[in-house]
């Protein structure tokens, strides 16, 4: 059984910055994705990165350039550094992990890919 917990939201102001971390417990397999997705009030849940067992990642168009994804295998730890923030990726923050499967960094990009799940971190961006 895999557990997962996330960290490091909170309040910030356009433009600044927030680091998110991920703590994994249990048996994160070599053929995982680790993956970060965002809920915006009264929205549906989005895929905003990935990051394989290798370090291969994948970012949504919405925060290519400003968030990067990495991961430290040993301490089962995903990270997201989140910079130049806008109002509009305020929204809580989920980290989620599964089996890659047949899937490639650029299609495992729906919830339902994912069996595992945080309960999620709040982000919240004033303008």
């Known amino acids: 059984q895999v557990q997962l917990a996330e960290s490091g939201g909170g309040l910030v102001q356009a433009g600044g910055s927030l680091r998110l971390s991920c703590a994994a417990s249990g048996s994160i397999l070599n053929n995982y994705y680790m993956a970060w997705f965002r809920q915006p009030p009264g929205k549906e849940r989005e895929f905003i990165a990935l990051?394989?067992?290798?370090?291969?990642?994948s970012y949504s168009d919405s925060v290519e350039g400003r968030f990067t994804i990495g991961r430290e295998n040993a301490r089962g730890t995903l990270f997201l550094q989140m910079n130049s923030l806008k109002s509009e990726d305020t929204a809580a923050y989920y980290c989620a992990t599964g089996p890659r499967g047949a899937r490639t960094i650029t299609t495992a990009r729906s919830p339902s890919d994912y069996p595992y799940w945080g309960r999620g971190t709040q982000v919240t961006v004033s303008s």
């Open positions: 990051i394989s067992h290798m370090g291969k990642t």
